[in-house]
C-alpha cells in the first residue's frame, strides 16, 4: 500500500541553512501521519542537513519542470504524494525552485501558488513594475547594469535613494545612498564583492526581462542592481495567509530599531500590535497589502508584506511569498493564535481554515493587550562567530519567551548582509520596554568573534 507524503525542494546552499524552511513544516505534516521527502540537486553542497529531519532524500540533475516531474513519477510507486513545496523566496542560481515548483504541482492537480506571481515578487524590478501598473502607490524605479545607466537613473529619481539586488535576501548589498559618490562606490564595492555574500546563490540566474511594449532588459546576477526612490517614514511588515485569492493580513509589526551599516541595513528591534500605527492606519495597510498582492497575483501561500507609512499612506517595500523571518512564526502563534506550518500544510492539502477563521485569528491578533518584541543582535565586525558571553541572563529574564543562537563557525561579513547571531522573542509593556530590553540585552551579551588573522 502507497504512503501519503510530501515533497520539499531544497535548493539551500548557504553555508548555516540560511531558512531551515522544511522542518517546521515536515513536523506539522508528520503530525498528519504524512513522509516528508526532501528532493534536492544531485550538486547540493550540503548533503548531511538534507538527511536531518526527511524521512528520505531524492536527487535529480537540473532544477527543471521536466526534472521534478520525472523524479516524481520514480516515487509514484511507493508514495502517494500530496503535496509538493519549497522555500520560494530563493531565486537559485540554477533556476527559480518557486516558479518551477508552482509549475510541477499545477500540472499534477496539486495546490499550488501562481507561477508568476512568485517569479515578480523575487525579482523586486518587476514588483515594482506591477504596482505601477495598477496605479498602486509606489516610488519611482530603475533597473541598472553599469555605471553609465546608474547615473541615468539616479538623475531621474533623485537622492537619497536605495540601491540593491533585484534579487536577494538577508538585505544584501542594501545601501541609503544620499548622493552619486555614495551610490558609485557601493555599486563598485557590489560589482567586486557580491560574490562574497553567504547567499550570493539568492542572486538567481541570468535571464532576459520582457513584455509587450517594452524594451528588453537583461537581467545579470552580481552586475544588475536596482534603484528606487527612498521612502520616508516608519518602516512595519504586514504578514498575509492567502488562500486561493483571498487574501487575510493576519497581523502588523512595526520595526523600531533599523541600523544601517556600509552595505546593508539591520533590523535590530520589532514590536507587535504595533505602537505608532492608529486604528484607521492599520485599516489602510492591511487593505494597501490586499491591493498589492493582488495586483502581483498572489494566491495560496504566506506571504512577508514589508511597507513604510508615508504621509500620503503606506508604500511597499518588498513583496516575499513565503514566512516571515526572525520570529514571525510565533508572533502568528502567540497573537493571533494561528500555527502558520499547520496552516500552510493544510492548505498544499485542500482543507485550509476557513474565512471566518482565519478572520477570527486576524480579529484577535489586532485586539490584543500583550504586545511582544523581535529582537536581533548582529556582528559589530567581520570575522569568525565563537558564540556569546553571557547567555545565561537569558535564561533567568522575565518574558523571554524564545530565543536562538547562531551555530558557530564560519566567516561572516558584518558590513554586506545580516547575521542573526541571536534572535529573541519577548513578551513587552511598551515600546519604552522593548527598548530597554533590547539595550540590556547589547550590553550584557557579548558575541565572541574571531577576526579573519585568527580564524
Not at 506591477?130 to 498602486?136: E, F, G, S, T, V
Not at 544601517?260 to 486604528?279: A, M, Q
Not at 511598551?430 to 550590553?443: I, T
Request: aromatic share 8%; proline share 5%.
Amino acid at each position: 500500500m502507497k504512503q501519503d507524503a510530501i515533497l520539499f525542494v531544497d535548493v539551500d546552499d548557504s553555508p548555516d541553512g540560511r531558512y531551515r524552511y522544511a522542518d517546521p513544516h515536515f513536523a506539522a505534516a508528520r503530525a498528519r501521519g504524512l513522509a516528508c521527502l526532501t528532493a534536492a540537486l544531485s550538486v547540493h553542497g550540503r548533503l548531511p542537513r538534507l538527511y536531518e529531519t526527511s524521512d528520505n532524500v531524492y536527487f535529480f540533475d537540473t532544477l527543471s519542470e521536466t526534472d521534478l516531474l520525472d523524479l516524481l513519477e520514480r516515487l509514484g510507486g511507493q508514495y502517494t504524494i500530496r503535496a509538493i513545496f519549497c522555500h520560494a523566496g530563493h531565486a537559485s542560481a540554477r533556476g527559480q525552485v518557486g516558479p518551477i515548483v508552482a509549475q510541477v504541482a499545477r500540472q499534477l492537480g496539486l495546490v499550488h501558488g501562481c507561477a508568476d506571481a512568485i517569479a515578480t515578487c523575487n525579482n523586486k524590478f518587476l514588483m515594482r513594475r506591477a504596482l505601477q501598473k495598477r496605479q498602486l502607490r509606489s516610488v519611482p524605479f530603475a533597473l541598472c547594469n553599469d555605471q553609465r545607466s546608474l547615473a541615468q537613473a539616479a538623475a531621474r529619481i533623485g537622492f537619497p535613494l536605495i540601491a540593491k539586488p533585484a534579487f536577494g535576501a538577508a538585505s544584501v548589498f542594501i545601501k541609503k545612498c544620499s548622493n552619486w559618490a555614495e551610490l558609485s562606490a557601493h555599486y563598485a564595492r557590489y560589482l567586486h564583492q557580491h560574490g562574497e555574500a553567504a547567499c550570493a546563490d539568492f542572486y538567481g540566474a541570468a535571464h532576459t526581462l520582457s513584455e509587450q511594449g517594452e524594451p528588453l532588459r537583461d537581467y545579470i546576477p552580481g552586475r544588475s542592481i536596482l534603484l528606487e526612490g527612498y521612502i520616508e517614514g516608519i518602516e512595519g511588515t504586514v504578514e498575509c495567509a492567502i488562500v486561493d485569492e483571498r487574501v487575510h493580513p493576519m497581523l502588523i509589526n512595526e520595526k523600531l530599531i533599523l541600523t544601517e551599516r556600509s552595505s546593508t541595513i539591520l533590523e535590530n528591534l520589532l514590536i507587535t500590535p504595533p505602537v505608532s500605527f492608529t486604528e484607521a492606519q492599520c485599516e489602510d495597510i492591511r487593505q494597501y497589502a490586499k491591493d498589492c498582492l493582488r495586483a502581483v497575483g498572489m494566491t495560496n501561500s504566506m506571504v512577508h508584506f514589508e511597507f513604510r507609512m508615508t504621509e500620503d499612506g503606506p508604500v511597499a517595500i518588498e513583496i516575499n511569498p513565503r514566512l516571515g523571518g526572525l520570529y514571525v512564526n510565533a508572533a502568528l502563534r502567540d497573537l493571533a493564535g494561528m500555527d502558520p506550518y499547520a496552516f500552510y500544510i493544510s492548505l498544499l492539502l485542500g482543507d485550509p481554515p476557513a474565512s471566518p477563521d482565519l478572520d477570527a485569528h486576524t480579529l484577535k491578533a489586532s485586539h490584543s493587550r500583550q504586545r511582544y518584541a523581535m529582537l536581533a543582535i548582529y556582528p559589530e565586525e567581520s570575522g569568525t562567530f565563537a558564540g556569546f558571553e553571557g547567555l545565561e541572563l537569558l535564561d533567568d529574564c522575565d518574558g523571554v519567551e524564545e530565543y536562538a543562537v547562531q551555530e558557530s563557525g564560519g566567516y561572516l561579513n558584518a558590513d554586506i548582509e545580516e547575521h542573526y547571531l541571536l534572535k529573541c522573542w519577548v513578551s513587552v509593556d511598551d515600546a519604552a520596554h522593548a527598548h530597554a530590553l533590547h539595550e540590556h540585552f547589547r550590553a550584557c551579551l557579548k558575541p565572541i568573534i574571531h577576526p579573519l588573522a585568527e580564524a
